[in-house]
């Protein structure tokens, strides 16, 4: 079975702090993918990378970067967090872009 | 721009029942369709995937139908139980050259009850 961990399942965090979420996946996937969650507004992307070094921006990349020096590991990085970013995150991997898509258990991340 | 629909938002069901859930889309052109579960404060867990060209997929007690020309996907839950109560979600893969990106309805909630 595709394992894909996050990190962290819960985490608070201060306004102005630089805060790293990790995801790792298992099975080798060229492709990973983060999403935020929010009531009434569903899953947006917020950035993929489809290579070791490679990404690209999803719908809502502002205020976050992202990292991927290794094939199996992609960090999204909050450089300054804001309350607006409270939110649920979730990873996601699949083998090729249009493959079945794997997802983390999330992180509950809550800026104060 | 593509866009996903989900009706109903809730749907409260007595256990044994088979329901229906429905998944609607505004661009015919996509690559694929996807159906999760999430529990609450969890990820999502894939269900089925159906390809553009397949009509429908099975696995155990669920079928997903895709009918691409109309927009239209359903997920058929067959026997009801208490422990199917989750959120259901559907996402499109886009055709064309955004096939990375899935883009997701915002959900049927599901209780079934004992």
């Known amino acids: 079975d595709v394992k894909v961990t996050q990190s962290s399942r819960y985490l608070v965090k201060r306004t102005g702090e630089k805060v790293f979420l990790e995801c790792v996946q298992d099975?080798?996937?060229?492709?990973m993918f983060w999403y935020r969650q929010d009531p009434g507004l569903g899953l947006r992307l917020i950035y993929f990378?489809?290579?070791?070094?490679?990404?690209e921006k999803g719908d809502i990349p502002e205020g976050y970067s992202v990292s991927r020096e290794k094939k199996e590991r992609f960090s999204l990085i909050l450089e300054s967090a804001s309350t607006n970013q409270t939110s649920m995150y979730l990873c996601?991997?699949?083998?090729?872009?249009?493959?079945?898509?794997?997802f983390g258990q999330g992180t509950r991340l809550t800026v104060v | 721009k593509q866009e996903v629909t989900q009706i109903p938002a809730a749907l409260s069901v007595p256990e044994g029942e088979n329901l229906v859930l429905n998944c609607s889309f505004t661009?015919?052109?996509?690559?694929?369709l996807q159906w999760f579960r999430q529990d609450p404060g969890k990820g999502l867990t894939s269900l089925l995937l159906?390809?553009?060209?397949?009509r429908e997929q099975t696995s155990g007690r669920l079928n997903a139908s895709l009918d691409k020309s109309s927009g239209r996907s359903t997920l058929y839950i067959a026997a009801s139980q208490p422990g199917d109560s989750a959120t259901y979600l559907c996402?499109?893969?886009?055709?064309?050259?955004?096939?990375?990106?899935?883009?997701f309805g915002t959900g049927t909630l599901l209780a079934v009850q004992p």
């Open positions: 996601a991997s699949s083998l090729w872009g249009r493959d079945e898509a794997f």
């Open positions: 099975m080798d996937h060229e492709n």
């Open positions: 990378s489809y290579d070791v070094k490679m990404k």
């Open positions: 661009d015919s052109a996509i690559y694929n």
């Open positions: 159906i390809q553009s060209s397949q």
């Open positions: 996402a499109v893969r886009p055709g064309g050259g955004a096939t990375n990106k899935l883009i």
